[in-house]
Nanobody, 114 residues
Framework: VQLQASGGGLAQPGGSLRLSCAAS????????MGWYRQAPGKQRELVAH???????NYADSVEGRFTISRNNAKNTMYLQMNSLKAEDTAVYYC?????????WGQGTQVTVSS
């Protein structure tokens, strides 16, 4: 499984960004996909995840502002980020779980600053 994340960049506080994560390779059987983030000097943390049947879960810090979704036909997962705050600044990573293995994409930088 290969994951390619894109869509990061610079946004102003209150602004929006949408991240994408395209999956390729042996993707059959992926049960869970998600987004994590890591800010400088902090541990990587879960942002949101979505199951193969569309059940979602969000970190408290992003609940109501971020929306995770997936398009199975395009093998792509998205993270719509609204009402961005400075504390959302981090490198965002997408991941996929298949069986007992997890796969990670390269990070994409999100910077929220005026």
């Amino acid at each position: 499984v290969q994951l390619q994340a894109s869509g990061g960049g610079l946004a102003q506080p209150g602004g929006s960004l949408r991240l994408s994560c395209a999956a390729s390779g042996s993707i059959f059987g992926i049960s869970l996909m998600g987004w994590y983030r890591q800010a400088p000097g902090k541990q990587r943390e879960l942002v949101a995840h979505i199951t193969s049947v569309g059940r979602t879960n969000y970190a408290d810090s992003v609940e109501g502002r971020f929306t995770i979704s997936r398009n199975n036909a395009k093998n792509t997962m998205y993270l719509q980020m609204n009402s961005l705050k400075a504390e959302d600044t981090a490198v965002y990573y997408c991941c996929a779980v298949k069986g007992r293995s997890d796969y990670w994409g390269q990070g994409t930088q999100v910077t929220v600053s005026s």
